[in-house]
Every structure is written in structure tokens, then in C-alpha cells.
């Protein structure tokens, strides 16, 4: 059953996807925002705190139970940070992260209202 932890960075990596590009969804679907909204802000305090996502210790659990071996630290530093940054994940990277979600976000948002009051004229 190892599938259930690849199913976990699965869902996770679609939260990520989801906290960072999915403001931009509310052009189309303006009340995704009802979901949307409490998932950025989400993300935003699990990196502007330095904690570590519920789904990184689930994953670790599930790979443990199957004999899989875990890795320590959180899911943007095992599977992201590698991809975008050589070096390991710090407080401040993670807070930067953290504002990148925000600044993204905040675009998003503008654009979907912009839309929303033109479609209201």
C-alpha cells in the first residue's frame, strides 16, 4: 500500500498548486473563492510560521507502516526547495515563500474583481 503516501505528495502538491495559481480561477469561477480564500491563507501561515503541513507527517507515517524510509523537514523542503533553490529550506526563504503566496494571490484576487465589476455593468 505505498501508493497511499505518492497519493498523499499527489493531493499535496495539487494544494500547493491550488493555495498558489487558484485565485486565478475565480475569473471564471468567482465563488471557488468560498475554498480558495482559506487555502492561500493556509499556506501563507504554514510558511510565514515555519511550520511543517498535517500531510508531510501523514506521508512520513504511511511511508514508515510500508517500510519506506521518511525524510525530515516539510513538504516544500523535500519535494519543492530542491527543484527551485540548491540549498537547504531556511526560516527566512520560507517566509519569502510565504510572501510570494500573498503577492500572487493579491494579483489573482484583483484581476477576479476587476472582472466581477465590469460583468456587474
Known sequence: MPFLADAVVIV????????????????????????????????ALIEFTGRIC????????????????????????HYLLPVLYPE???L???QGLGGVVVAVNLVAYALAYRAWRCRMR
Not at 469561477?29 to 499556506?43: C, I, S, T
Open 54 to 77: 498535517p500531510l508531510t507527517p501523514l506521508e512520513n507515517r504511511l511511508r514508515a507502516l510500508h517500510g519506506e524510509s521518511v525524510y525530515s523537514g516539510g513538504f516544500v523542503e
Open 92 to 94: 527566512l526563504v520560507q
Open 12 to 43: 499535496h502538491l495539487l494544494f500547493v498548486a491550488f493555495v498558489m495559481a487558484g485565485g486565478f480561477l475565480l475569473l471564471r469561477w468567482p465563488r471557488l473563492a468560498w475554498l480558495h480564500l482559506p487555502a492561500a491563507v493556509w499556506g
Open 88 to 90: 537547504n529550506l531556511t
